[in-house]
T-cell receptor, first 118, second 113 residues
Framework: AQTVTQSQPEMSVQEAETVTLSCTYD???????LFWYKQPPSRQMILVIR??????QNATENRFSVNFQKAAKSFSLKISDSQLGDAAMYFC???????????????FGTGTRLTIIP | DTGVSQDPRHKITKRGQNVTFRCDPI?????LYWYRQTLGQGPEFLTY????????KSRLLSDRFSAERPKGSFSTLEIQRTEQGDSAMYLC???????????FGPGTRLTVT
């Protein structure tokens, strides 16, 4: 079974600085997808960024970028120029391209709570 | 453009009572997922629908849990004879095959006293 591990329960960063959140995963699959989701307090989960395992190039979305190390099974998220609105729980998630009957269920880590210091 | 909606947002019930939650996915999304999130944990998969067919259920989904998606539109999740261990946030997500991305609703927070 696939597992996702986030070893940093909490992180904090000064506003405008850069922070990196860590994620490792375990899988025997060669093709899969990885995601970072953001869950602000009392608000719904939204997708921040995704990475296809077959792509060597690291995904970027504005201030958010990933460092995908397939051999090491590592998938970290870098947030540049941190803003107050970035404060949230961040979840790393994994899924195979197509599971049973097309089930693309997500397997999540336990999350990292990010605090932005003004 | 309306996203995934869930109702109610909060539910407090006494142990042993039955509760039902509703999820309205994004229009035309044929895939619908239920997840459960307990305090300090990431969401865990419960069950999955493709259109009206429930195609997979997690071992987390005991016999007291039942989910439906009549006509492939909204979905309901019912918990019978609730237990304190059922207290959690219940999240619904939907997706369209071509997009692969799952869009989440705000969740229903259940508290069993």
């Amino acid at each position: 079974a696939q597992t996702v591990t986030q070893s940093q329960p909490e992180m904090s960063v000064q506003e405008a600085e850069t922070v990196t959140l860590s994620c490792t995963y375990d899988t025997s699959e060669s093709d899969y997808y990885l995601f970072w989701y953001k869950q602000p307090p009392s608000r719904q989960m939204i997708l921040v960024i995704r990475q296809e395992a077959y792509k060597q190039q690291n995904a970027t979305e504005n201030r958010f970028s990933v460092n995908f190390q397939k051999a090491a099974k590592s998938f970290s998220l870098k947030i540049s120029d941190s803003q107050l609105g970035d404060a949230a729980m961040y979840f790393c998630a994994y899924r195979t391209p197509r599971g049973n009957f097309g089930n693309e269920k997500l397997t999540f880590g336990t999350g990292t709570r990010l605090t932005i210091i003004p | 453009d309306t996203g995934v909606s869930q109702d109610p947002r909060h539910k407090i019930t006494k142990r042993g009572q039955n509760v039902t939650f509703r999820c309205d996915p994004i229009s035309e999304h044929n895939r619908l997922y239920w997840y459960r999130q307990t305090l300090g944990q990431g969401p865990e998969f419960l069950t999955y629908f493709q259109n009206e067919a429930q195609l997979e259920k997690s071992r987390l989904l005991s016999d007291r849990f039942s989910a439906e998606r009549p006509k492939g539109s909204f979905s309901t999740l019912e918990i019978q004879r609730t237990e304190q261990g059922d207290s959690a946030m219940y999240l619904c997500a939907s997706s369209l095959v071509a997009l692969h991305e799952q869009y989440f609703g705000p969740g229903t927070r259940l508290t069993v006293t």
